[in-house]
C-alpha cells in the first residue's frame, strides 16, 4: 500500500515568508508525528497527533510553528515568518496506533535564504 | 534524563565483514521501546525493529540481528557479511512510557560499506 507522502518534496524560500508543509499518511493510521532533521541538531521531535488532536506540542521551537490535522488524516505543519535557521528535512511520521512502530515519509527540505 | 548515545559516528568496511552499531540509551521508566531504523542516501528513513523493555530475547532477521542487554542499557545491532547496499546511517531510538509517544533518536551511526 501507499507509504506516507509528503508535499513539496523541496521548498525554498526567503526569510520573513511563511510556508506550509503537508502530510498524508498512511490510510488508517490514527497518529501521526512530525519530526525536523538538521546537521546540528539531529532528528528532533516537533508534535504528535492522535486523531485531531495533539496532546504534545513540545517539540515545537517557537510559536512561529503551529501544525493542524483535519479528518484524521491530512496534517499541516505551518512556519511564520521563517529564519534561517528554520532550514531542515521536515520528516512526518505515522504508526497505526501509539504502541506500533512509527512510518516515515520522504521529508520535506526547507531551505530559507 | 531520556537520551540515546550512537557513540560511532562513522564506520567503514569492507564488503563480507561483519559489523556492530552500539546503542547505549537512558531512562527512568521501567516500560519503554527500542528501534532501529535505517536512513539510506535517498533519505527516507526504514523501520527495522523494535522491542520492547520486557522482551530481552536476541532477534536475527536474515543478515541482521540485535542483541538488547538491559543490564548495561544497550541494544546492538550487528549486520553479518555486509553488503554495499547496507551502506546508509543507522539511528537507534528510544520511546519511553512517558514521552507522548514520541521517538527519541540517537545522532546516528554512517556505515559505509567498501566492494
Known amino acids: 500500500g501507499a507509504g506516507v507522502s509528503q508535499s513539496p518534496s523541496n521548498k525554498v524560500t526567503e526569510k520573513g515568508k511563511d510556508v506550509e508543509l503537508r502530510c498524508d499518511p498512511i490510510?488508517?493510521?490514527?497518529?501521526l508525528y512530525w519530526y525536523r532533521q538538521s546537521l546540528g541538531q539531529g532528528l528532533e521531535f516537533l508534535i504528535y497527533?492522535?486523531?485531531?488532536?495533539?496532546?504534545?506540542k513540545s517539540g515545537l521551537p517557537s510559536d512561529r510553528f503551529s501544525a493542524e490535522r483535519t479528518g484524521g488524516s491530512v496534517s499541516t505543519l505551518t512556519i511564520q515568518r521563517t529564519q534561517q535557521e528554520d532550514s531542515a528535512v521536515y520528516l512526518c511520521?505515522?504508526?497505526?496506533?501509539?504502541?506500533?512502530?512509527?512510518?516515515f515519509g520522504p521529508g520535506t527540505r526547507l531551505t530559507v535564504l | 534524563a531520556q537520551k540515546v548515545t550512537q557513540a560511532q559516528t562513522e564506520i567503514s568496511v569492507v564488503e563480507k565483514e561483519d559489523v556492530t552499531l552500539d546503542c547505549v540509551y537512558e531512562?527512568?521508566?521501567?516500560?519503554?521501546?527500542l528501534f532501529w531504523y535505517k536512513q539510506p542516501p535517498s533519505g527516507e528513513l526504514v523501520f527495522l525493529i523494535r522491542r520492547n523493555s520486557f522482551d530481552e530475547q536476541n532477534e536475527i532477521s536474515g543478515r541482521y540481528s540485535w542483541n538488547f542487554q538491559k543490564s548495561t542499557s544497550s541494544f546492538n545491532f550487528t549486520i553479518t557479511a555486509s553488503q554495499v547496499v547496507d551502506s546508509a546511517v543507522y539511528f537507534c531510538?528510544?520511546?519511553?512510557?512517558?514521552?507522548?509517544?514520541?521517538?527519541?533518536f540517537g545522532s546516528g551511526t554512517r556505515l559505509l560499506v567498501r566492494p
Open positions: 497527533f492522535q486523531g485531531n488532536s495533539a496532546p504534545d
Open positions: 531510538a528510544l520511546r519511553p512510557r512517558d514521552s507522548s509517544y514520541k521517538l527519541i
Open positions: 511520521a505515522s504508526s497505526l496506533e501509539v504502541n506500533s512502530h512509527q512510518d
Open positions: 490510510s488508517g493510521h490514527t497518529a
Open positions: 531512562t527512568r521508566d521501567t516500560t519503554y521501546y
